[in-house]
């Protein structure tokens, strides 16, 4: 395994000798290319790095789970290839940011920070999110932002370049969606919080019983022209940007704080 570390303005080569026994110095980056490395050994790897560096940049990445799983806040991972399953997941306040596709449940229970995806990403990203941000290039796969939730203070808010696969906002209990392509069937579907914003409204028969459909309104503009200005930063030249929030986009709300209370028995 070779690193490359810079130290202030300094490149300094290590490779895989021991520390000295004084205090090392800060590194501000590293670098650690993952290859078939098992999972483990990746997690360990890129530890070990962010524990000396506050930037790490991995590359060569093939699949390997839990990629900065509670990454906290003043620690950015950058990440080359395709990481698997619960990149980032508990993510407490760190970045982190895929130059390549991302696999299930990006983000899984995430507190805080930031996670952006240069690619399209698998099932069920943003899954139990509660704090932080995350961007998506292109496309996602089934259940994104499936229980989603507000957490005191915090708004968590997922952004979707492309389309969504079915059930987009399932069990929906707080946040913000943002959706620049097509949605799939059942488009929240159990949803009893927040708000899912859609580029195009959805036909009158797919509006799930106990939700409303309406155009976006002014109460709504400064929270989604913050999250459009975020995605289009983030990827600006890489695609047609995303709308301004004047330019017709619609919102799905439940009905009522207890839109299926009349479902259950008293």
């Known amino acids: 395994m070779i690193e490359t570390i810079e130290i202030e303005v300094t490149a300094v080569a290590v490779t895989g000798a021991e520390p000295p026994a004084a205090e090392p110095p800060t590194a ?25 560096a506050d930037e790490v940049a991995v590359t060569d990445a093939h699949a390997q789970r839990y990629l900065g ?29 895929v130059f390549g596709d991302g696999q299930d449940q990006v983000g899984n229970t995430m507190n805080a920070g930031s996670i952006t995806i ?7 990203a943003g899954y139990a999110l509660r704090g932080g941000t995350i961007l998506v290039r292109d496309e996602c796969g089934w259940r994104a932002g499936i229980h989603m939730k507000e ?11 492309g389309d ?9 209990a707080g946040g913000v969606i943002v959706l620049g392509g097509e949605p799939g069937p059942y488009v929240g579907s159990g949803m009893h919080g927040g708000v899912i914003y859609l580029r195009r409204p959805l036909a009158a028969d797919a509006v ?30 890489e695609g047609p940007p995303l709308p301004a929030p004047d330019g017709g986009w619609w919102c799905l709300r439940p009905a009522s704080a207890r839109p299926y209370g009349s479902l259950y028995a008293h």
Request: charged share 25%; with cysteine.
């Open 208 to 237: 799930t019983s106990g939700l409303v459909q309406a155009p976006a309104t002014e109460e709504d503009v400064p929270g989604l022209a913050e999250l459009i200005g975020a995605y289009n930063e983030a990827f600006a030249g």
């Open 118 to 124: 240069h690619g399209r990403c698998g099932d069920a």
């Open 151 to 161: 957490y005191e203070r915090k708004r968590p808010a997922l952004v979707i370049g």
């Open 164 to 172: 969504a696969g079915a059930f987009l906002g399932e069990y929906m």
């Open 28 to 52: 501000t980056r590293a670098e650690v290319a993952l290859g078939l490395s098992h999972f483990k050994e990746a997690n360990e790897r890129v530890r070990a790095a962010l524990a000396r």
């Open 69 to 97: 799983c509670a990454l906290p806040a003043g620690k950015r991972l950058a990440i080359g290839g395709t990481p698997g399953n619960d990149l980032g997941c508990y993510l407490d306040g760190g970045a982190i940011e």
